[in-house]
């Protein structure tokens, strides 16, 4: 790898000081941050390739603690449902269609859609079940296109006897012992390739997957035993849909919520990614606050499918750690983790009548060095330090949306978009500059088969009538 000296940027650290150096230069060797600080201490250039930034906003390469890659194709499918008929009626007959190859052009969109809105690393929740084949289409093209991702490996099997009647409990495709058994093959290929993939698990635990059958009390556990024996990050969907609907019907069966569940079968621990966490009480955000474990709250995906809004006030207090994501960009419809700021700010600071709660600092901690903490990779990303891995987003405020921009940290959050993201050092390799993807030149053809396949899996579904409409009435 070249060395890189990024100079005269707005350097916003996220470092443990949280320093900000108004014109300052961040040096890369290899895949490491080797330097940084102000103009007047950047000694010898020596060989290294120099990106001026003429002032841009220098940060760490946001990080996304909730999406689904293989979602990238189905923006805008899902308008106008609550969660479980979107699930139901969309989702699932979108995913029992996806082939292969589908997954594998998802993938490279998805990756694609990161660079192009900085962000360098995302938790990509997958849900499809899978087997070796599906699983090297849904990594292979993150690490050619050159994205950091966690990518999780599903854990499924049917209870017996059904927790839910309300929903068939089919039997899973593979039984309990090689469930678990692929898992840890796949973990032990992928884990590290290319510098760039981190494995984790998907456990679903969550109230409306609980209902469909798709988890057992066993598996459950089973994982935990195997993240806490290989140091895994397990993520799932916490607390997530209708009040009146899923999350109702949950706590008529089993007199709590879903923490309450994870923590009366003895589940509970610190490797958890809890995704959503919308209608937890009092109690079980004590719960999480003991266990350790954090929550990625997804408010733009929440109001999408009007689920809920996160008491996230009462995190804080409880000293949860909360990070940032988008989720699929099926229920979301961007993968902009800028707009989430902004979003995130915004709902909890108006649900709370209190301007002072969500700060521009605050969501841009949570976009970074929260959501690192969330994926136990802070000691690697999430703040730009010396030694740590160089992942570093470049933000372009002299545009005319943004200028003048006055208080830049607030810009970003309240003015600017992730597409205004001028150059992305992931890994110490320069990814994009200046608008331009480095080191992968196939994007229009990426752009144009994801279209194609987006319509086919969409017609094979089934709800090609309610999907391509000019205009509701």
């Known amino acids: 790898m070249a060395s890189l000296l990024l100079t005269d940027g707005y350097v916003v650290t996220v470092d443990p000081d949280r320093r900000v150096i108004p014109s300052g230069f961040v040096r890369v060797e290899d895949d490491r941050i080797t330097g940084i600080g102000p103009m007047e201490e950047i000694g010898d250039v020596g060989e290294a390739r120099v990106i001026p930034l003429d002032g841009m906003m220098v940060t760490p390469g946001l990080l996304n603690g909730h999406n689904h890659h293989w979602g990238s194709l189905f923006k805008n499918t899902g308008e106008g449902l609550l969660l479980e008929p979107w699930l139901d009626q969309v989702t699932i007959p979108l995913m029992g269609q996806m082939s292969r190859d589908d997954l594998r052009i998802a993938a490279y969109l998805g990756a694609i859609e990161q660079i192009r809105t900085g962000t360098t690393c995302s938790l990509n929740h997958v849900v499809n079940v899978n087997d070796h084949e599906t699983m090297q289409a849904i990594i292979e093209p993150a690490i050619e296109v050159g994205v950091r991702q966690m990518v999780t490996k599903e854990l499924r099997d049917t209870p017996q006897p059904a927790f839910s009647n309300h929903y068939e409990a089919r039997p899973h495709v593979r039984g309990r012992e090689e469930e678990v058994a692929l898992a840890e093959e796949v973990i032990d290929r992928w884990d590290g390739a290319g510098g760039l993939i981190h494995m984790g698990l998907a456990i679903e635990t969550g109230a409306n997957w609980m209902l469909h059958n798709s988890t057992s009390d066993e598996i459950i556990r089973e994982g935990v035993a195997l993240a806490q024996r290989r140091d895994l990050k397990i993520t799932n969907h916490c607390s997530a849909g209708t009040p009146w609907l899923s999350i109702k019907e949950f706590e008529l069966a089993t007199g709590g919520g879903d923490v309450d569940y994870l923590v009366r079968i003895g589940a509970l621990v610190d490797n958890w990614v809890l995704v959503h966490s919308l209608h ?3 109690r079980e955000i ?10 990625i709250s997804n408010p733009v995906s929440n109001a ?10 009462q995190m804080f207090e409880a000293g949860v750690n909360v990070g940032l994501g988008t989720d699929g960009t099926y229920v979301n419809c961007s993968p902009d983790m800028v707009e989430q700021m902004k979003f995130a700010a915004l709902i909890q600071n108006v649900t709370h009548m209190d301007p002072t709660l969500m700060t521009a600092e605050r969501v841009i901690e949570m976009a970074t060095i929260n959501t690192a903490k969330a994926m136990g990779m802070d000691h690697l990303v999430g703040s730009l330090e010396v030694g740590k891995k160089a992942d570093i987003s470049v933000f372009d405020l002299r545009k005319a949306h943004v200028t003048v921009p006055n208080r830049p940290v607030g810009a970003l959050v309240f003015s600017a978009h992730g597409t205004d993201v001028d150059t992305v050092v992931i890994n110490g390799e320069l990814r994009l500059h200046r608008g331009e993807l480095i080191g992968f030149g196939r994007e229009r053809e990426v752009l144009e088969e994801a279209t194609a396949r987006a319509r086919e899996v969409i017609e094979r579904a089934g709800i090609a ?5 000019h205009w509701r009435h």
């Open 465 to 469: 009538e309610r999907v391509f409409v």
């Open 304 to 313: 999408y499918s009007c689920d809920g809004i996160a008491p996230l006030k």
């Open 280 to 282: 937890l009480k009092d």
């Open 286 to 295: 004590a719960h999480v606050a003991r266990a350790g474990a954090s929550v």
